[in-house]
């Protein structure tokens, strides 16, 4: 038996309006067209996932890919590979990939082995790439069904850099969100876009038609210099505020490796909106200081890739402070 997802409802997860679309895209033609940066970037698909389960002994993922590219800062493995997990998604296993084996092959496929009875199944897709098509196949006589649903059903969404979007992660399923979202068993949207995120109006016109249970954002690492930050970050929040009068927002500053005055600055006009905020009488505001991220921490060398970017490790020490605040969040959502 061979079920293509766009087939059937209910198994895509971190794709918004995919039951509208049947497609894998995270930003429609009509926002992209106001936004041309995120041509290609609002095709691809960060954080997207197929959940289902099975009873079958074994079942084969089947990709195909319209992109296949280079990305200097990952691999295949990391890049344009989907990561297979088996079980609840709390204690889940890693069972390995499904890669493309060079930059030439755009349809790959896997079979996995995993035995009698009924199991969860989380396909974590392509991170780099625009996605075709996903299949799966299980033995004749069994059949693909809906997965639990997550404790948390109304996803949270995430708004900012190439490091939202989990960039320079060895594996995608380390990044702080990925990790966050496993940890609480929370759905979530990853709107991250490498270089390309700058709080346009029009975005925050498209993040308003969307449901989400609270708001994370923390997209400095793009903002060309403290200034435009300063001219775009209160005014976001409150784009976002005012269609979404009771969500919680979550506002983070950047992970550097070094926390020089620039970072400082950026940080204080992120922290300047959140005390803002407080001051206006909204109670359901978080603030997470990026410079404390690592402060402790004597390898933070080891943290980064490029002085940016966080390596897998990086990222982990992220989750460990983000996660905490985005618990509290969800209680009060």
């Known amino acids: 038996m061979v079920v293509n997802v766009k087939d059937m409802s209910g198994l895509v997860f971190g794709v918004p309006n995919f039951e509208k679309t049947r497609t894998f895209e995270r930003v429609p033609a009509q926002v992209r067209e106001k936004i041309p940066s995120l041509s290609f970037l ?3 698909t960060p954080g997207a996932r197929v959940c ?6 074994w079942f084969k993922i089947i990709m195909e890919l319209e992109t296949l590219s280079i990305d200097i800062g990952m691999s295949i493995y990391s890049a344009q590979s989907a990561h297979v997990y088996l079980g609840n ?8 990939l499904v890669n493309p084996p060079n930059y030439e092959t755009k349809k790959f496929e896997r079979t996995f082995k995993k035995g009698e009875g009924v199991d969860e199944i989380t396909v974590f897709l392509v991170r780099n790439e625009i996605i075709k098509s996903v299949e799966i196949e299980v033995e004749d006589g069994y059949t693909v069904d809906l997965p639990t ?5 109304k996803p949270v969404l995430f708004y900012g850099s190439s490091i939202t979007e989990c960039a320079h992660a060895a594996n995608p399923c380390a990044s702080y969100i990925n990790l966050s979202s496993r940890h609480l068993d929370f759905d ?15 975005m925050a016109e498209y993040i308003n038609t969307l449901d989400f249970s609270v708001f ?14 300063e001219r775009t970050h209160e005014k976001f929040y409150k784009k976002i505020r005012a269609a979404h009068p009771t969500v919680p927002i979550v506002m983070i500053s950047r992970p550097v490796a070094v926390f020089d005055d620039d970072a400082r600055k950026r940080r204080d006009i992120i922290k300047a909106t959140y005390e803002n905020a407080l001051k206006n009488g909204d109670k359901n505001v978080y603030f997470v200081d990026g410079e404390l991220f690592f ?5 933070r060398n080891v943290c980064f890739t490029d002085t940016i ?3 897998d490790l990086g990222f982990y020490i992220m989750a460990r402070q983000i996660e905490p605040v985005i618990q509290r969040a969800l209680t009060q959502a």
């Open 42 to 44: 609002g095709r691809r």
């Open 52 to 57: 289902f389960r099975t009873a079958s002994p």
């Open 89 to 96: 998604r709390q204690s889940a296993r890693f069972l390995g």
């Open 149 to 153: 649903p997550y404790k948390y059903e």
């Open 188 to 202: 979530y949207i990853n709107f991250g876009f490498s270089g390309s995120c700058l709080a346009e109006d029009e």
């Open 216 to 229: 994370v954002y923390d997209y400095d690492h793009n903002s060309p210099n403290p200034e435009y930050l």
């Open 295 to 299: 402060k402790d921490f004597s390898d």
């Open 309 to 311: 970017h966080p390596t």
